[in-house]
Structure formats: C-alpha cells, structure tokens
Nanobody, 124 residues
C-alpha cells in the first residue's frame, strides 16, 4: 500500500522559510512525477510544484517561482519543498502526491496517491 507522509509544516512570519518533506513507501507502480499542492480554506487545490522522477526536471506555479524549490532524494524516497520568502498568501494545507505514467503532472486529476497534508501558516 502506497504511503506518503508529509512533515515540516508550521507557523512562520512573512519572509521566513520552511522545508517540507514527503516520505514515500509501498509503491506498486512506476511513478512519473511527484507534486506538491496546497489548499487554503474556501479555495481550490492548486499545484505548487512538481518534479519528474526520471530526469529530475521541475516546474513551478508562477506564484512561487523563484521562492520555492522542489527536490528529491532517491536513496531516501523523499521529496522536499524548500520554501523561502514566505508570504501570508502561502498559508494553506500542503499535500504531496504521486502520479503514474500516462497523465499530466500539471493537473491534480492525474495524481493517484496523496499524503495527509501538513499545515503552513505565514503571519504578516
């Protein structure tokens, strides 16, 4: 059974940094990409960043480009999201997810497995 466990969320002031981790285990399929998504109360879930497992290429939402960095540690089966220069509008529940081949890593609809989420709160 696939398990994705996020950690590293918390409360910070604007301008601060956090590093989220997503530990993955139990895969029965070959993953195409891993993504980080977020959802604030009353808003739709949005993609923050994703990384292609095969070649390590990355892509970011415009709202976080230049501030967030997604990376992977193959040996640890872990994906990270380094978040710098945090803003109050980054406040949300952050989820990591895994997508199998055949779909678009840009759309949350193609992600098959999701973690339970970790809360990030940024105060002004």
């Amino acid at each position: 059974q696939v398990q994705l466990v996020e950690s590293g969320g918390g409360s910070v002031q604007a301008g601060g940094s956090l590093r989220l981790s997503c530990a993955a285990s139990g895969y029965t399929y070959s993953r195409k990409c891993m993504g980080w998504f977020r959802q604030a109360p009353g808003k739709e879930r949005e993609r923050v960043a994703h990384i292609y497992i095969g070649n390590g290429d990355t892509a970011y939402a415009d709202s976080v480009k230049g501030r967030f960095t997604i990376s992977q540690d193959d040996a640890k089966n872990t994906v990270y999201l380094q978040m710098n220069s945090l803003k109050p509008e980054d406040t949300a529940m952050y989820y990591c997810a895994a997508a199998a081949p055949g779909g678009s890593c840009f759309s949350h609809n193609y992600y098959q497995d999701w973690g339970q989420g970790t809360q990030v709160t940024v105060s002004s």
